[in-house]
């Protein structure tokens, strides 16, 4: 009996134990889940048999699950601009002085970018930063801007990797999105960005320019700042909020991507369609100079007409290099 026991003892495989700090949790912006998606899909190709648990980064979390976390072998930060300066006035991570105690050297950044351009990191966010990020494990973030942030503080682990939701963008990738022009576009908007002369120019500009357009409604809050600018345009068909709604429409033959919604065009591009994105603050911005995606600043809207008037070739340049070091970087023995 003592030796069937070590027997079954020593087949008996080990499991890895995965905590992902997920923004799509309690969201109401679906670029979160675009995020996750891609985030969720890469981890699992490399834990592909282990324990995933998520948890809130939008949400305030409590002792419970504080204590949770503590338990896991490594969280992943899954994506997003939740980085700041200033962590006890900007709370799009809802993360406090308390969670020192928890996730002390447990948190591994996973394609992080910063909330928007800021000024020096102050001592209560770097304090909570050096403390819960991981000093052994390489941090992945999605730009340049942010990689230079994070070592102002001595956080030297970690590398500009791009954002996850672009690693499927290789060369092979790029020659399956059209060259030329389609018969119809998808377009979004940014409610909490608002420009309603830029805005409407662009709606203008591809309302003359399409046969249909349609808008996705990315969050709840887009179709109210759409019925505020929208005017006597009249042949623009909304997009329900869902993923589902957005895929199918970006699976149909002969559409364009061109909007104000980052992660829009990131999945416009990850269905091999052709895409132009209008920033409207630091986040793709930042992406485009780092990978040249295919970005203008909103208020160079005319400068659309040129790209639908004209071949454009997807050319994403991925730092492999940083992608392929930290995936490797994060196997667990």
């Known amino acids: ?3 069937l026991r070590s027997a079954r003892k020593k087949q008996q495989k080990e499991y890895n134990d995965i905590g992902i700090l997920n923004p799509s949790i309690g969201t109401s912006n679906l670029g979160d889940l675009i995020i996750y998606d891609s985030v969720y899909k890469k981890l699992r190709s490399v834990y592909p048999d282990d324990l995933f648990t998520n948890f809130p980064t939008q949400l305030h979390t409590s002792y419970d699950a504080m204590d949770l976390m503590r338990e896991k072998d490594l969280l992943f930060v899954s994506g997003t601009n939740l980085l700041s300066s200033n962590l006890e006035v900007r709370h799009q991570w809802k993360i406090h002085r308390s969670h020192k105690k928890f996730l002390k050297n447990k948190v591994v950044l996973m394609g ?3 909330w928007q351009y800021q000024g020096n990191i102050n001592g209560y966010t770097k304090s909570i930063y050096k403390t819960i990020l991981n ?3 390489l941090h992945s973030v999605r730009d340049q801007y942010t ?5 102002s503080i001595g956080i030297d682990n970690v590398v500009n990797t791009s954002c996850p939701t672009l690693w499927g963008l290789t060369p092979e990738k790029c020659k399956l999105v059209p060259v030329s022009k389609g018969e119809e576009v998808i377009t979004t908007l940014t409610f909490y960005h608002k420009n309603a002369d830029l805005d409407f120019k662009m709606l203008k500009i591809l309302s003359e320019n399409y046969s249909k357009v349609y808008l996705w409604i990315q ?3 887009d179709l109210n700042y759409y019925d505020e600018i929208r005017g006597d345009l009249n042949n623009i068909e909304l997009i329900p909020p869902t993923i589902e709604a957005f895929d199918e429409m970006l699976n149909k033959s002969n559409v364009d991507y ?3 919604r980052l992660h829009a065009g990131v999945r416009a591009l990850q269905k091999n369609v052709r895409t132009l994105i209008l920033a409207v603050d630091n986040r ?3 992406i485009g100079k780092d990978v040249n995606l295919n970005v203008i600043k909103r208020e160079d809207v005319n400068d659309c007409i040129s790209f639908i008037e004209n071949d454009y070739v997807t050319d994403i340049k991925l730092p492999q290099d940083n992608i392929d070091k930290w995936l490797k970087a994060i196997k667990l023995k």
């Open 1 to 3: 009996m003592t030796n």
């Open 112 to 114: 992080c970018g910063w």
């Open 135 to 137: 000093k052994d494990v």
């Open 147 to 151: 990689f230079e942030k994070l070592k």
């Open 219 to 221: 969050g709840l809050s």
């Open 258 to 260: 061109i909007g104000t």
């Open 284 to 286: 793709a911005i930042e």
